[in-house]
T-cell receptor
Framework: KAGVTQTPRYLIKTRGQQVTLSCSPISGHRSVSWYQQTPGQGLQFLFE?????QRNKGNFPGRFSGRQFSNSRSEMNVSTLELGDSALYLCASSLQLGTAWGSGANVLTFGAGSRLTVL | AQTVTQSQPEMSVQEAETVTLSCTYDTSESDYYLFWYKQPPSRQMILVIR??????QNATENRFSVNFQKAAKSFSLKISDSQLGDAAMYFCAYRSAETSGSRLTFGEGTQLTVNP
């Protein structure tokens, strides 16, 4: 079955603009997480959505927001872009939200990422 | 808060040899998962292996195995019979099993080079 699909793969924006990134999870997966990857800060958790509700949030400013639709597809938005927002944004999906022992249901499957460059 | 540390920014290995990547973590929780992810130049994160903290037996997946030392909070990855395709950035990651959600805390990564 198809993996996690992220669009667009590459994009260039200028400071002050806003951007929207999209993530389509694996069919049947209901949890979607977003991560930011930069050379300086590494991989940092942005937020997680499950059943159209934000369940967890990382330590990012309010310029970073997201949402999830009824088909589990998710979007993240960054407003008033800054140079430091240049990064690879990774989306990951999992079957469910929870802590079931011994289950692979919580294993994250990542997409190929969206590379954002802010000029 | 949990932290994950990978003290080896870069490692290299000869093809067909064995290499071990180190990872330590800090947590006050007793229930958690640990993972090794691989990120090749394509940038797609690929799950290599996972370990549930309650299991004493070390996980293995073909040429990949871990040495999980819960008391020492150590979780190293051994790659046997290294292949050119193993060259990638490897990330160690922690996930709580005591709180809901799939949030991962990643280490800084180890860049593995495989020499022919």
């Amino acid at each position: 079955k198809a993996g996690v699909t992220q669009t667009p793969r590459y994009l260039i924006k200028t400071r002050g603009q806003q951007v929207t990134l999209s993530c389509s999870p694996i069919s049947g997966h209901r949890s979607v997480s977003w991560y930011q990857q930069t050379p300086g800060q590494g991989l940092q958790f942005l937020f997680e959505y499950f059943s159209e509700t934000q369940r967890n949030k990382g330590n990012f400013p309010g310029r970073f927001s997201g949402r999830q639709f009824s088909n589990s597809r998710s979007e993240m938005n960054v407003s008033t872009l800054e140079l430091g927002d240049s990064a690879l944004y990774l989306c990951a999906s999992s079957l469910q939200l929870g802590t079931a022992w011994g289950s692979g249901a919580n294993v994250l499957t990542f997409g190929a990422g969206s590379r954002l460059t802010v000029l | 808060a949990q932290t994950v540390t990978q003290s080896q920014p870069e490692m290299s290995v000869q093809e067909a040899e064995t290499v071990t990547l180190s990872c330590t973590y800090d947590t006050s929780e007793s229930d958690y998962y640990l993972f090794w992810y691989k990120q090749p130049p394509s940038r797609q994160m690929i799950l290599v292996i996972r370990q549930e903290a309650y299991k004493q037996q070390n996980a293995t997946e073909n040429r990949f195995s871990v040495n999980f030392q819960k008391a020492a909070k150590s979780f190293s990855l051994k790659i046997s019979d290294s292949q050119l395709g193993d060259a990638a950035m490897y990330f160690c990651a922690y996930r709580s099993a005591e709180t809901s959600g799939s949030r991962l805390t990643f280490g800084e990564g180890t860049q593995l080079t495989v020499n022919p």
